[in-house]
């Protein structure tokens, strides 16, 4: 009898257990921010519970934007920060660790900044917040000061911003001669302007499109800038990604307007090539095959099949496409001799890395 009742509460403890670590697998606290610090208003750092997280609330008014970054030494893929309405379903803002956002508050309310652990380790990072007015926007962005593009040891640049109305932003970048840039500015509205500046001692100098991605040959070793003009009575969101492709001795790839270019090694029938492809962007792949040749292609993802869209396009015939699936290989019989393309979407709001691995017989 005792040995039973010993039993029956040892379960009860482990029940206990386990719901107090489910308990402390999700954590919610509240801060409040002060308006225009100078340096980073909050700053919490956390330990977050394996696969748990962390949601934290604050206040804000119409107007106002909100400046957070989710700091973390190690993968960015370990974790995911999302920023939404109180009591919303829908996520306003997604984004990995590690980059500075901002988000321009459209209606007066609570707002909270969601940070999951998507390992199944105990995981720590440093949330700063900083909250700042219209006014103060407006005067940061109108001093004429750049902010130099942080690549991070990487090729590549990702910065989302609000600019205020009737004002400018500039990024700097460092290039290299023979190198390609490619530039894109995302701008939902479609009203903003984005003039890239080639010659540091003239003005700015080549406007160029929005909502696309834009090829700009490195003509000279030095520094670039890209300004983004808002010359309407509103503010605007919008992100900016540049990636630079600088040409190694041991390199075939190439970048173009078409795309870049895959060519195999001497002797070589097959290649790969690695690439990280931002959120909802694309990546463009062109390889040279001949009639008759039997030619197998995998774009090889680690995650949802559907989080890509594949096509590839046959020379001669650019407005057909022929879809295919990630992660699954794709054989055909080269029709007509010339330049194939291989189109790879991102349909996801967060950035990927995909490998292609292309074989030639």
Same mark, same amino acid.
């Given at each position: 009898?005792?040995?039973? *009742? ?59 934007? *909100? ?47 969601? *940070? ?36 991070? !040891? ?67 070793? !030095? ?35 078409? !795309? ?83 189109? *790879? ?17």
């Amino acid at each position: 009898m005792m040995k039973k *009742i010993m039993m029956k509460s040892f379960v009860v403890l482990m029940l206990i257990g386990a719901f107090t670590i489910f308990s402390f697998a999700q954590t919610k606290e509240r801060v409040q921010l002060k308006v225009d610090s100078t340096d980073n208003d909050v700053a919490l750092q956390r330990t977050l519970a394996p696969n748990g997280s962390l949601t934290v609330t604050f206040r804000a008014n119409a107007g106002q934007t *909100i400046s957070y970054t989710a700091g973390y030494d190690f993968k960015d893929s370990d974790l995911e920060v999302f920023f939404t309405k109180s009591g919303g379903n829908d996520f306003l803002k997604e984004s990995g660790p590690k980059s500075t956002n901002e988000y321009l508050i459209t209606e007066t309310g609570d707002y909270d900044i969601l *940070i999951e652990n998507r390992t199944n380790k105990r995981v720590t990072t440093t949330l700063y917040l900083n909250l700042f007015s219209a006014e103060f926007m407006a005067e940061a962005n109108s001093s004429g000061e750049s902010e130099a593009l942080n690549f991070e !040891g990487s090729d590549q640049a990702n910065v989302s911003k609000t600019i205020p109305a009737n004002g400018t932003m500039k990024f700097t970048f460092n290039g290299t001669k023979g190198a390609t840039a490619l530039v894109k500015v995302t701008d939902r509205t479609n009203k903003l302007t984005v003039i890239f500046n080639d010659n540091p001692n003239q003005k700015a100098d080549t406007t160029i499109a929005l909502n696309k991605e834009i090829f700009r040959k490195i003509n000279r070793t !030095g520094e670039y800038t890209i300004e983004i003009v808002n010359e309407t009575a509103k503010s605007v969101s919008f992100g900016l990604e540049v990636i630079i492709d600088t040409p190694a001795s041991n390199s075939t790839n190439t970048v173009s307007s078409d !795309g870049e270019r895959i060519e195999f090694a001497r002797g070589a029938t097959s290649a790969s090539v690695t690439r990280e492809i931002p959120a909802n962007g694309a990546v463009n792949f062109v390889f040279n095959v001949k009639k008759g040749q039997k030619v197998t292609y995998t774009v090889d993802y680690d995650d949802k099949e559907s989080d890509l869209s594949v096509y590839l396009g046959e020379p001669g015939d650019q407005d057909a496409s022929i879809p295919s699936r990630a992660k699954t290989p794709k054989t055909f019989v080269v029709k007509k001799s010339g330049d194939h393309r291989l189109d *790879i979407t991102n349909t996801t709001k967060q950035k990927v890395l995909i490998t292609v691995f292309l074989d030639v017989e």
